[in-house]
């Protein structure tokens, strides 16, 4: 087991976006109210909206919000995460080594003390703080559908006062200290699945990893979801499962249990890719400093 990270001096708060227009107001609105925690505000922090191939005003609404904006034309979420990283860190320059880096999405809504939350235990001595999400109502998402989400996703979870060590992963909610980032290579150029190849690269190399159902993130239930294997696509294949509730093999439904195959170098670290390295410095050089928090 790795040594506990020093306490961290700043924070980065990464959100990937690909024609969010729509939801990402109220997902910087739900990060303001984090950002205003003490706890939170006592540190020096930089949020980065990373705008993948957009065609809509994604962009103008981050900068109106007072985010840095990175745009690149990936189509990748694993590639915007890490671009949306790497700008964040470079922005924070001398504060980067012990910045802590937080991840969420632009559909989701952050409670007000999600970033309180993770930098203390960031200061209790873990390296990565692994959270869960709820699903927020939608008009497309039919009850059958909504009980058949829970039923799979709660499997297991003892009840109170028991911690859960929950089995998920959500870049919605997903935190994690920079020097273990930087060392196992960070977000990989993955079109799904890069936020549990990190993990999982974290895992391995025995930094110290908190799985906490303490503070869930709220996050869309669309079913027409950005990501092609992600969380709405999860949703669209149990509302087409007809198998009796009772009966539904949820783990085999579990896009969780696709394991990514990420090729890595010899350090254990994701190995460069034509959607991964260049592009996320190409990136990085066209962004601008934003204001330290979100605009009032």
């Known amino acids: 087991m790795k040594r506990p990270p020093p306490p961290p001096s700043a924070l980065a708060v990464v959100i990937p976006a690909h024609n969010e227009a729509h939801e990402l107001p109220a997902a910087l609105a739900a990060l303001r109210m984090a950002l205003r925690h003490p706890e939170a ?7 980065v909206v990373a705008a993948d191939a957009c065609t809509d005003t994604t962009a103008a609404i981050a ?3 007072g985010a840095a904006i990175v745009e690149l034309p990936a189509h990748n979420v694993g590639a915007a995460r890490a671009a949306g990283v790497a700008c964040a860190l470079r922005l924070l320059g001398s504060r980067a080594e012990r910045a802590w880096i937080a991840t969420t999405d632009a559909d989701s809504l952050v409670p007000p003390r999600w970033l309180a939350h993770q930098l203390r235990c960031a200061r209790q001595g873990w390296h990565c703080v692994v959270g869960t999400v709820r699903i927020r109502p939608h008009a497309a998402l039919a009850p059958r559908t909504a009980a058949r989400h ?5 499997a297991g979870r003892p009840a109170p006062p028991h911690p859960w060590g929950h089995p998920h992963v959500h870049g919605a909610n997903l935190g994690v200290a920079a020097a273990p980032y930087r060392a196992t290579g960070g977000f990989a150029a993955l079109a799904h699945g890069e936020d549990r190849a990190l993990v999982a690269a974290l895992e391995q190399r025995a930094y110290r990893i908190l799985r906490t159902d303490a503070c869930p993130v709220h996050t869309s239930a669309r079913p027409d979801s950005r990501a092609p294997h992600g969380f709405g696509a999860f949703l669209r294949r149990i509302a087409l499962d007809d198998t009796p509730q009772g009966d539904m093999p949820l783990r085999a439904a579990d896009p969780e249990a696709e394991q990514p195959s990420t090729a890595r170098d010899e350090r254990g670290r994701p ?3 034509p959607s991964g390295g260049a592009a996320v ?11 330290q928090r979100p605009s009032p």
Do not use: G
Request: glycine share 0%.
């Open 41 to 47: 505000a006592a540190v020096p922090v930089v949020t």
């Open 63 to 65: 900068a109106h919000w």
């Open 150 to 154: 829970r039923a799979h996703y709660f």
């Open 271 to 273: 190995a460069a890719s």
């Open 281 to 291: 410095e190409r990136a990085c050089q066209k962004a601008t400093a934003p204001a």
